[in-house]
Nanobody, 115 residues
Framework: QVQLVESGGGLVQPGGSLRLSCAAS????????MDWYRQAPGKQRELVAA???????NYADSVKGRFTISRDKAKNTVYLQMNSLKPEDTAAYYC?????????WGQGTQVTVSS
């Protein structure tokens, strides 16, 4: 079992920045990759960024150059640094931990980009 807790969401103006955190606990040694997803109202959940246990990263085209995924192994935490935020980044952001073919989800954190 893996437990994930996200934090760091909030209201920010366009062009601003936020850093999301995802703290993992439980059988963290079994996690092969960590992902950040987001879901806006009326839209499907989409993959935003991912980082593997080896440190490889990939990003959705819509966030490349603006978002950065990173991890602190000592703290068992993955971060999503979001810069140059746009209103279309408004969504609930979810952390997902991949263990084999299974994914464990956090409860989500809301990000609202508005003036």
């Amino acid at each position: 079992q893996v437990q994930l807790v996200e934090s760091g969401g909030g209201l920010v103006q366009p062009g601003g920045s936020l850093r999301l955190s995802c703290a993992a606990s439980g059988s963290i040694f079994s996690i092969s990759a960590m992902d950040w997803y987001r879901q806006a109202p009326g839209k499907q959940r989409e993959l935003v960024a991912a980082i593997t246990s080896g440190g490889s990263t990939n990003y959705a085209d819509s966030v490349k150059g603006r978002f950065t995924i990173s991890r602190d192994k000592a703290k068992n935490t993955v971060y999503l640094q979001m810069n140059s935020l746009k209103p279309e980044d408004t969504a609930a952001y979810y952390c997902n931990g991949r263990v084999g073919v299974r994914g464990y989800w956090g409860q989500g954190t809301q990000v609202t980009v508005s003036s």
